[in-house]
């Protein structure tokens, strides 16, 4: 106490402290803000409702086209602004992958048809039955890691070989073009789709106002859009769909020959999509539906299979067919140039931990080899360095490329020390070039020396600098048209429904508007059908780009599945006892008599019935039809009275009419459906879609033809003509 009352008089003598209060001194006060006091962001806060655009330090910029030499260019490393823009997107999600988040892996086997070293001098493809690891990645693009496997989107397909001379990565997706044709757009367009970012709402859907503002206001986003809007962005699985690597690439042989080529994957299981009710329901059941179905299908043994294959055209037809080939939203008609396939891809084996292999994978475009090049596909360009800065962004530094499911299969050789998480330990300590004090080594290769990369000796770069698109890309509803002029009617439908779907939900007048405009731009059929939806009114036709042209491989439902392996078949059983009238047999013994032929066909049967009694092997409280990719109903079930709207058809064990909600859904959604073991099924059945004289229905007392029909309906799969056509 004594020290503290002699530090206070020694402060008073100082002058430093006074009895007085400064509060009371009325001059001092000021008073109190009436209203809200600003929060800690309120000087952060950015408001873009005026003024032009700049960069991250104020300096005022056009940002929508990539820097090149020349019109029809390669993309330029000066690009301050590209670079800017790409990499400040690259590094907004952390670490989840940016796009593509949710998807799901496995490795396998590629396998060369021939000795392709006429067309590449890629060391993968020069023998016949020469065998290369790969590594594929499925996924959606816009959906987090939590969202549902079915929501509908271009689907991702990438590929990892793990070849002799190095990684090489085929970066593609399910539909052979994109939204965009330059890829400083790119932040652009995934910020039009994402959820809003106020109440990050909605998830893994493009049925909002930005999403559609951006794809009417960027009529090259049309193409990929059909695409999506059809079978393509609701794939059955990942297996039942195909594989592109949307640009334009170059192959070129020892000599530097060089071809321009278009990649392709085509699957083997056979093309096949859902039905976008379906598709919904089936996200809230399951949302791991692609996932459970691809790990199931490698466990059991029925890995899926790819075949690989090119379209090639001379370097000097790159302007030849109306449209530029380095234009990445345009395909090319394979009557142009036909496929040529050059081998088969097999996926064999599951990932043994998710994390390590499917999720820390991380692709580029920039891991190529020799006998491969790039083009001057100003989205390819920009891809390039974005992969490369998206992966540095999610690893954390350099060394990615050291994580075990990213190393190559052969030794690696040069400079590139330190970092975070250096896995390696380098015994060369000359880590320079040139050097004499480490003989030289490692040396450089090249074209003619080590079988080293080279680039297309052709390639060649004339002009001016240009910020901006070559008019060669200016044609954005030609190849739409084209698309929609080759799917079937019912396909056509399914089209029109999805953005009749999505449009419903804009709330703005102007984006609907536009919306049509674009969408008449492509057909007057299809903006006055979705103008009738909308209430608005249809416009006139706006015929510039019309033609009646079509394209082979584009229509899913014109083709049937080329094996049914794997497909999976609901039997709708019960555990009561009652006897069929017709034969006396139970649903059960007619449950078991139809698993084991189904099973010797390569399905996959599954019986359903109130409990998980002996032979038994899901509840009707936890199936439903989307689980099935057909329903076969016992006779046995429905003399039980299972099938009744009445009181017979409610149980405690399961939702209300369940049972009779399967097999109607599954008719529904297009589905084969079978009546095993009576004359004719009852009264309710028959309402709800297993009219025996209904296209896909198969009804019979016996096993074999109720077998044989259900194979026969799963390979066409979906029987269209059940759905409603505008008039």
């Not at 999403?211 to 090259?220: E, K, L």
């Not at 059809?230 to 530097?256: E, K, N």
């Not at 000796?457 to 600098?465: A, H, K």
Request: hydrophobic share 40%.
């Amino acid at each position: 106490m004594g020290r503290i009352h002699t530090s206070a008089v020694l402060l008073s003598l100082l002058g430093l402290v006074s009895a007085g209060c400064p509060f009371a001194d009325p001059s001092v006060l000021q008073a109190r803000q009436d209203g809200p006091i600003d929060s800690p962001v309120t000087n952060a806060m950015v408001d873009d409702s005026t003024g032009f655009f700049t960069d991250d330090v104020g300096g005022q910029i056009q940002e929508q086209d990539s820097l090149r030499a020349g019109e029809r260019g390669p993309t330029l490393l000066e690009d301050f602004i590209f670079r800017q823009k790409i990499t400040h997107f690259d590094h907004e999600r952390v670490p989840e992958r940016a796009v593509h988040a949710r998807g799901a892996g496995a490795h396998g086997t590629f396998t060369s048809y021939g000795d392709w070293s006429n067309l590449t001098a890629a060391s993968f493809l020069n023998t016949a039955g020469k065998e290369t690891p790969v590594f594929v990645r499925f996924s959606t693009v816009a959906g987090s890691r939590g969202s549902a496997d079915t929501a509908r989107d271009v689907h991702g397909f990438a590929t990892r070989f793990y070849t002799d001379e190095g990684n090489f990565d085929i970066v593609g997706n399910n539909i052979p073009v994109f939204f965009i044709q330059d890829a400083i757009r790119f932040p652009d367009l995934i910020h039009a789709v994402k959820p809003r970012p106020d109440n990050e709402i909605p998830q893994a859907a493009t049925a909002h106002d930005s999403a559609w503002d951006f794809f009417s206001s960027q009529p090259s986003a049309l193409h990929t859009l059909f695409w999506a809007m059809a079978g393509f962005g609701i794939p059955r699985s990942f297996r039942h769909m195909d594989g592109f690597g949307v640009h334009t690439y170059r192959l070129v042989t020892d000599d530097g020959t060089s071809k321009l080529v278009k990649w392709h994957w085509k699957t083997k299981q056979g093309r096949a999509s859902l039905y976008w009710e379906e598709a919904q329901v089936l996200a809230g059941k399951n949302a791991d539906a692609h996932r459970q179905d691809l790990f199931d299908a490698i466990a059991s043994g029925n890995g899926p299979e790819w075949e690989l294959a090119v379209q090639v055209v001379d370097e000097d037809k790159v302007l030849a067919f109306g449209f530029d080939l380095f234009d990445p939203t345009k395909i090319i008609p394979e009557e142009l140039a036909p496929l040529q396939k050059l081998g088969v891809m097999k996926l064999h084996t599951n990932p043994t931990n998710y994390f390590a292999e499917t999720e820390q994978i991380m692709f580029q475009p920039g891991h190529i080899v020799r006998g491969v090049d790039f083009t001057e596909d100003p989205l390819l360009q920009g891809r390039i360095f974005s992969y490369l800065d998206t992966q540095l962004n999610r690893h954390g530094g350099p060394n990615f490329e050291q994580i075990p499911i990213n190393r190559p299969v052969v030794p690696i050789h040069n400079n590139n020390r330190d970092g975070a998480a250096q896995n390696l330990v380098h015994k060369n300590i000359i880590h320079y070039t040139p050097n004499t004090l480490n003989g030289g080594y490692p040396q450089q290769a090249s074209q003619s020396s080590g079988r080293g990369y080279f680039n297309a000796p052709s390639r060649s770069v004339t002009g001016g600098l240009v910020r901006g698109l070559p008019s060669s890309f200016d044609d954005h509803w030609s190849q739409v048209r084209l698309f929609y002029n080759s799917l079937t009617a019912p396909e056509q439908q399914f089209l029109v429904n999805a953005i009749r779907f999505e449009t419903s939900h804009l709330q703005s007048a102007a984006v609907k508007q536009n919306v049509l405009t674009q969408l008449n731009r492509v057909s007057n059929d299809i903006a006055a059908r979705v103008a009738t939806a909308l209430g608005l009114e249809a416009p006139a036709p706006d015929d510039t780009y019309y033609h009646d042209n079509v394209t082979a491989g584009i229509s899913i439902t014109n083709e049937t599945l080329p094996t049914v392996a794997t497909l999976t078949v609901g039997i709708l059983a019960t555990t009561t006892t009652t006897k069929n009238a017709t034969n006396g047999t139970s649903a059960l013994s007619q449950a078991a008599a139809l698993k084991e032929r189904l099973a010797a066909q390569g399905l996959v049967p599954t019986v359903v019935a109130e409990t998980l009694a002996d032979g038994v092997d899901k509840t009707y409280s936890a199936a439903d039809a989307t689980d099935f990719d057909a329903v076969v109903v016992t006779s046995g079930a429905d003399s039980a009275g299972l099938f009744a709207l009445a009181a017979g058809g409610l149980s405690p064990l399961y939702p209300p009419l369940r049972p009779l909600q399967i097999a109607s859904a599954a008719f529904v959604f297009g589905k084969p459906v079978a009546y095993f073991g009576g004359a004719r099924p009852s009264d309710p059945l028959v309402a709800g879609g297993l009219d025996p004289q209904a296209n896909g229905v198969y009804t019979s007392a016996d096993l074999e033809t109720v077998t044989a029909g259900l194979v026969d309906g799963l390979k066409t799969f979906k029987f269209t003509g059940r759905y409603p056509l505008d008039a």
